[in-house]
C-alpha cells in the first residue's frame, strides 16, 4: 500500500512539473509571437462572454415547478 501511495505522488508530481513547465513555454511562445498573445486574450473575451450569457440564460429560464403553477 506504501509503494502504491509513492507511487501516486510520484506521478501527481511528475504531471504538476509537466503542466508547470507547459504553462512557462505557452506564456513565452505568446511573449515571442505577439498575434498569438492577441487570439489568446481575444478567446478568453469570448469565453467570458459566452459563460456570462449562459449563466443569465440558466437564471432566467423557467423551471418545472413554476410551469406548473400557471
Known amino acids: ?12 508530481f511528475i504531471g504538476a512539473l509537466a503542466a ?3 504553462l512557462v513555454l505557452s506564456i513565452l511562445l505568446m511573449l515571442r509571437f505577439p498575434p498569438l498573445l492577441i487570439a489568446v486574450v481575444l478567446a478568453c473575451w469570448i469565453l467570458n462572454r459566452l459563460l456570462k450569457l449562459l449563466h ?14 400557471r
Do not use: E, K
Open 1 to 12: 500500500m506504501t509503494l502504491l501511495r509513492f507511487l501516486l505522488c510520484l506521478f501527481i
Open 20 to 22: 508547470a513547465g507547459v
Open 56 to 69: 443569465t440564460l440558466r437564471s432566467n429560464a423557467p423551471t418545472s415547478d413554476s410551469a406548473s403553477q
